[in-house]
């Protein structure tokens, strides 16, 4: 469920520390695509508050087999 979906998220984010976003999202889909249900996975993370002049940010999408 989205709930279940949600919670996986902010458990990953609140129980680990990332220096990179790019790690952060490596590491949600890698928790998500354990589910054999969900064929594709595509997350966004953006840093919103970092700069004025653009935000940097990260998609990751990733099939499952």
């Known amino acids: 469920s989205y709930s279940d979906i949600r919670q996986t998220i902010i458990q990953?984010?609140?129980d680990n520390t990332?220096?990179?976003i790019e790690r952060l999202a490596d590491e949600i889909?890698?928790?998500l695509s354990i589910d054999t249900r969900i064929q594709a996975i595509t997350i966004?993370?953006?840093k919103l508050d970092?700069?004025?002049t653009?935000?940097?940010?990260?998609?990751l999408?990733?099939?499952n087999a």
């Open 50 to 52: 970092v700069y004025t």
């Open 44 to 46: 966004a993370i953006e």
């Open 18 to 20: 990332f220096d990179l």
């Open 61 to 63: 999408t990733r099939q």
């Open 54 to 59: 653009g935000t940097p940010g990260i998609r």
């Open 12 to 14: 990953t984010v609140q």
């Open 29 to 31: 889909v890698g928790k």
